[in-house]
Structure formats: structure tokens, C-alpha cells
T-cell receptor, first 113, second 115 residues
Framework: DAKTTQPPSMDCAEGRAANLPCNHSTISGNEYVYWYRQIHSQGPQYIIHGLKNNETNEMASLIITEDRKSSTLILPHATLRDTAVYYC??????????????FGQGTTLQVKP | DTGVSQDPRHKITKRGQNVTFRCDPI?????LYWYRQTLGQGPEFLTYFQNEAQLEKSRLLSDRFSAERPKGSFSTLEIQRTEQGDSAMYLC?????????????FGPGTRLTVL
């Protein structure tokens, strides 16, 4: 079972920031938080990941609370092409780990004009 | 285009037939994964290869399913005696293992319909 909880759906106005929450209250100290998204009829796409510090890349920012029990993915200026299902996943690192992803239901983000 | 390709993109078959799917990962990626996704659900892990070795199989992978990665490059997933419940999108992903990171690159998937 997935170790994360996300709202099933969210709306966002085009050009505004989209803030997608994720609860991972049982996360262990060495588990990372990953975000993927899946645009309709395509394979999932990696967005960003982090351990405890906030992270930013060209696609998004990831804010992880100090207790690491929740996080927020921020798309700073959402466009219609950001409409997708967003998955929050926790995963261990280490060469002995498979790196397999356990997906939950995700959040369907609808960006509206 | 992530660099991971899958073939075919769509497959329609009759119940009881065998089907085989192919995945070509990014060339230097040593880890390869298969997932299955049914309508309205997130992808579910099926199996994992590191180079040519199949190191983990999900309980979802019944004995009708077999996967190979013979030379540590491309992989095939075969389903024997297909059932209607096998209808799904089959996704392949690859990654370059350095420290077991989970940054995976997914292919476009093969959509299987079993009539």
C-alpha cells in the first residue's frame, strides 16, 4: 500500500501557483519524498525529490515540513499543460534497494483558463 | 520523449492468446522496471531487473507472466493464456543506479485489451 495520502482532485487557475499537498506521516528517516506526474495517456514523468531540505528545479519546488510528515509540491505558474495526475511517493535510497515506486491514487490537478 | 520506447503501443487480443511486449530502456541504464496500470488507478509494480538479473517480482506477477532481460539491455514481458483481467496499460521504466535513487524514466506504455 502507498504510504502517502493526497487529495483526489484540485483546481488551479492558469498562471497562478498550484500547491499540491501530501501527507506521509509514517515516513522513516531515510526515505525520500518523490513527485511524479502523469499526463493523460502518457507514462509518468519524474518531477522532483527531496529528503528534508526544500528543493527547486526548473519544473517545481518541493517544500518538506520540518517533521517530514508532509510536503507540498509547488508549480509556480501553472499552465494548461500542467493538467495531470500528480503522485507523491516515498522511497528508500541505497544500492541494496530496488528503487521500485509504490503509487497511490494521486491528485488530479485541473488547470483552468 | 524520455528515451524509453515500448512496442507495440496497442495490442488487442482474444482471451487465451499469448502476447509479448518489448521495452528498450535508455542505453546506459542498468535498472529496468515493469508496472501495470488499470483505469483510474496508479501504476502497480510488477518486476525489477538490475542488468540481466530479475531481482524482484510482485505477487501480481502470476505464473502466466514472465519477463526477461537477456543481455541487460531490452526487456520482454510475456503473458500466456491472457484473461480479460489482464487488460491494462503496461509501463516500462529505467534508471541509472548510483545509490538506488528512484528517478525513473517511463516509456509511453503498451495498452493491452483482451476480448
Amino acid at each position: 500500500d502507498a504510504k502517502t495520502t493526497q487529495p483526489p482532485s484540485m483546481d488551479c487557475a492558469e498562471g497562478r501557483a498550484a500547491n499540491l499537498p501530501c501527507n506521509h506521516s509514517t515516513i522513516s528517516g531515510n526515505e525520500y519524498v518523490y513527485w511524479y506526474r502523469q499526463i493523460h495517456s502518457q507514462g509518468p514523468q519524474y518531477i522532483i525529490h527531496g529528503l528534508k531540505n526544500n528543493e527547486t528545479n526548473e519544473m517545481a519546488s518541493l517544500i518538506i515540513t520540518e517533521d517530514r510528515k508532509s510536503s507540498t509540491l509547488i508549480l509556480p505558474h501553472a499552465t494548461l499543460r500542467d493538467t495531470a495526475v500528480y503522485y507523491c511517493i516515498v522511497s528508500l535510497h541505497g544500492s541494496s534497494n530496488t528503487g521500485k515506486l509504490i503509487f497511490g491514487q494521486g491528485t488530479t490537478l485541473q488547470v483552468k483558463p | 520523449d524520455t528515451g524509453v520506447s515500448q512496442d507495440p503501443r496497442h495490442k488487442i487480443t482474444k482471451r487465451g492468446q499469448n502476447v509479448t511486449f518489448r521495452c528498450d530502456p535508455i542505453s546506459e541504464h542498468n535498472r529496468l522496471y515493469w508496472y501495470r496500470q488499470t483505469l483510474g488507478q496508479g501504476p502497480e509494480f510488477l518486476t525489477y531487473f538490475q542488468n540481466e538479473a530479475q531481482l524482484e517480482k510482485s505477487r501480481l506477477l502470476s505464473d502466466r507472466f514472465s519477463a526477461e532481460r537477456p543481455k541487460g539491455s531490452f526487456s520482454t514481458l510475456e503473458i500466456q493464456r491472457t484473461e480479460q483481467g489482464d487488460s491494462a496499460m503496461y509501463l516500462c521504466a529505467s534508471s541509472l543506479d548510483s545509490s538506488g535513487r528512484s528517478e525513473q524514466f517511463f516509456g509511453p506504455g503498451t495498452r493491452l485489451t483482451v476480448l
